[in-house]
């Protein structure tokens, strides 16, 4: 266990919807990550946010969101879903600007149908 | 084009072979990090590296960060079939908003 957690772990779901995932960082830690992951590019970043407030952009699209709640907590909201969404998606957290490592959790695989 | 080419994409080996992956780039990283991969899991940090030549050891594993600080390798002494997974370089750059940027990885078989 990362002390990083993440729900659901899978999650099926048709085109056009709208999916909230969750992550609670581990104990101490301030910023919370978001990466997407698929077959043919690897791992990429999406969004950072630390101690409740957005500290970085990546390549996030806009019908994609996310925020950090005072608990710090993170959700990150998709929606109008295409399949090429369809990826596993990992939040991962540090204590500050992430430069001694990031802790990952275990992803949640979503899968559009 | 990838920021950083991780080479080679796929290897399989026998146990008991030594092997090393190439983690490389044209901008100057300020802090580059290892991690290990298995399925259906997230990375587990191994290593980070900050200071150009640097090389820290972790049980078989080695790892050498550039003397220019763009490039790295990681080089694993009589693997295991326990060490069989996706290896992945990922740095933090000028550029990167101060957030990690990942590499392919190296989808590493060790085979009994």
């Known amino acids: 266990d990362s002390g990083v957690t993440q729900t659901p772990k899978h999650l099926i779901t048709a085109t056009g919807q709208r999916v909230t995932l969750r992550c609670s960082p581990r104990?101490?830690?301030?910023?919370v990550y978001w990466y997407q992951q698929s077959l043919d590019q690897g791992l990429q970043f999406l969004i950072q946010?630390?101690?409740?407030?957005?500290?970085a952009k990546g390549n996030i699209l806009e019908r994609f969101s996310a925020q950090q709640f005072p608990d710090l907590h993170s959700e990150l909201n998709l929606s109008s879903l295409e399949l090429g969404d369809s990826a596993l998606y990992f939040c991962a957290s540090s204590a500050d600007t992430g430069g001694d490592g990031y802790t990952f959790g275990s992803g949640t695989r979503l899968t559009v149908v | 084009t990838q920021l950083l080419e991780q080479s080679p994409q796929f290897l399989s080996i026998q146990e008991g072979e030594n092997l090393t992956v190439y983690c490389n780039s044209s901008s100057v990283f300020s802090s580059l990090q290892w991690y290990r991969q298995e399925p259906g899991e997230g990375p587990v940090l191994l290593v980070t590296v900050v200071t150009g030549g640097e090389v820290k050891k972790l049980k078989r594993l080695t790892f050498q960060f550039g003397d220019a600080r763009k490039d790295s390798s990681l080089h694993i002494t009589a693997a295991q079939p326990g060490d069989t997974g996706l290896y992945l370089c990922?740095?933090?750059?000028?550029?990167?908003?101060?957030?990690?940027?990942f590499g392919k990885g190296t989808k590493l078989s060790v085979k009994p």
């Open positions: 104990s101490g830690d301030l910023s």
């Open positions: 946010y630390y101690n409740g407030e957005e500290r």
């Open positions: 990922a740095g933090i750059y000028g550029g990167s908003q101060g957030n990690l940027i």
